[in-house]
């Protein structure tokens, strides 16, 4: 089947509103539609009356200005006007976790509400177990955290829902007791049968790396060929722009611009754009300086943790307390379907004010690190220490490899 036509491709610069609180995995499957109800008009590409140059597309859809947004200057603007915003950084901060209170600090509040019930843990990958770093394939995360997690999985089921390919996250975090959503949600693997799959399409049997038996959800399976069409497409376009480095992630392509020079972000813009005006049921997507293609299917990681839920059979808020630790705008679908139901909390890792659907903060990974010893039982006592001691053991630990950190990444008054 040729999806290609002429028509310019939808672009999303924040999630899309969710349409449905419960999961209906069939009904929740809509092919995208420009008229449809997913994206408001606001949120289209339009397209410039007058042509000037090979800009005017990249710069009317807004990406460059999206991409600029992003980056520590152009944030300070926006920061003068944001309310979360006195001129002191550490003010700002303070400030901002009056209404998105430390989760750390809250350990007390979070435990009593547990009680009773058993916490389904939720756990995104890049900039939430591990720090951002300039290289992309050298994400890993500490052992300390992965132990972390490791005691934290033995009390609780516990998931990790990545924008990165299911093998590729699967290969960082390493734990087989774990579940393991990739593509942000569009490749599902779940070590039981999920309840709700009988009949679906798109959920099948496959076999582990380690030969055991697993059921794989994929949602965007009919978009593989599509999206491998597009990734080398993005590597041949892309490979003049120094810096620039694409990923493919299965379900999803990332364009990453962090290492290009700002004055060429309008050149990896212009690439993507010339692929994806061809592709019109692919859609764009902004991360932490990286452009995400992905099909257009109404799928995202706010679904997937429904689907999971459900899955497991942990669906029931009387009995089940899910919590979802990100960092990212695609993490926000999966604050948003804990906060509609009503049911569990997201907690927002970030160092800078930022409007969201969480409910509770973390300053930065150290500080989920601190709360998931916490939770694996060492007690409240030390929370504090703990983020202290891992910041200064990790940084450490990332001065020493061989890649360049940015300091400013770890803990800086930015996002990036
Ligand atoms: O959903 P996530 O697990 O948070 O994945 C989102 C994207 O994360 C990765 O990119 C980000 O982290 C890189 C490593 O720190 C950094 O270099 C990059 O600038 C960030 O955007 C990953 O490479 C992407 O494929 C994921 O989609």
Redesign the pocket.
Known sequence: MDLKSNHTAPVLTDPAPLSNTRLGVHSSLFPYSPSGAAFTPGLLLTIPRKKTGVLDDVRACSWLDAMKASSPPHRKIIKDVNEFAPSDPDVAYRTWTVKYPSALKSFEQITNHAKGRRIALFL?????L???????DC?FMSDAMRAAVQKVAKYFPTAI????SRDK?YEFVGLTELYYAGS?GMDIMCPVKPSISDDKPNCFKSTDKQGKDINLFQPAAEFLPMIHEVFTSLVESTKGIEGAKV?N?KF?V?V?Y?NVDEKNWNLVAQCVHNILKDYPRLRLTH????L?VRPVINWD?GKAVAFLLESLRLSNCDDVLPIYV???R??EDAFKVLKERNCGYGILVSSVPKESSAYYSLRDPSEDFALARSHGGRGALQRQDLAEEVRGRDLAEEGAAAQRFSEE?WRGDTE?
Do not use: L, Q
């Open positions: 995104d990958y890049d900039g939430t591990s720090p951002i770093v300039d290289n992309p994400a829902i990545s924008g990165r996250v942000h990923e992630n999803c990332s990453h962090r991360g932490r300086k990286v995400e990681k990100g960092d990212d695609t993490d990444d990036t």
